[in-house]
């Protein structure tokens, strides 16, 4: 016979499972919203703007600590895909070791396999040079190789391995949130995928550089989801002045481009997601990515 001590445990491992799979379903409806892809959901206002934080984290975004603080997080946000953690958490740079921990992306989404960067890097030189050749021209970002060595790194992998070639700019954001969102390799510029937003290299990655963090006009950041460590391949393009929370790498400047940023967001979005975001009228298609200057 079932004592009362026995039945408590039973009681307590129905409670478990019971908070286990409500956590699964929320997870679930999460990453099905996920807009920003890296489209990292919370509707928010930031000093009067309504952002968007659709899990970038492609990118998973940050579940509680690390997604923008309640007057803060937003539904248009840069992100991967609202999806979970991966089991392991990834590690930042480690300066004695000189190493990255970048780790698998067992959250799910779409897979563009190629390979883990290495782990051993260096912060020299401090900058690089990264050009992006779309079909509307050149865009050219200077990266912050001593502030976010892993992140760069990682841009410096997918780019040798011609991750990026042939994929489109899946979003575009609102007047009052003005940025350009790329890296998901399943949007394709032939027509064949729209992409949005959950595809991702299959690792992941510390976020870097957020100290201070701002992201105004021509600060490219990386996307990333609501969890801790989520940073993948998609990153976005700031045209004006974006109130989001210093929870994004910060990972360079644009030096050239901002016209066809610009003349993009004139152009507007297809298919407007409700917080003013959509895919951009205006194809931008990434043709080649080269990143200039050995790490």
Known sequence: MATGKDRQKQLAREHHERQMQRRIEREQKAKRAAIIGSTVGVVVVVGGIVAAVALLGGDPAKEAAATPTASAQNTSAPQESASASPAAQAKPYDPKTGTCGYVADTAGGNVKDVGMPPAKVSLKPATRTMTLKTNLGDIEVTLDNAKAPCTVN??????????YDGSKCHRLGSEKFPMLQC???TAKADGKSGGDGTGGPGYVMAEENLEGAAYKRGVMAMAKTQAPGSTGSQFFLVYGDIGLTPDYTPVGTITKGLD????VNKAGVIGDAGD???????????????IAGKS
Do not use: H
């Not at 990682?154 to 991750?163: E, G, H, I, T």
């Not at 066809?260 to 003349?263: E, F, G, H, Q």
């Open 154 to 163: 990682s841009l410096a992998f997918l780019a040798k391995k011609n991750y």
């Open 183 to 185: 890296g998901d390799p």
């Open 260 to 263: 066809i940023l610009d003349k």
């Open 276 to 290: 003013g975001t959509g895919a951009p009228k205006e194809t931008v298609e990434i043709k080649d990515v080269t």
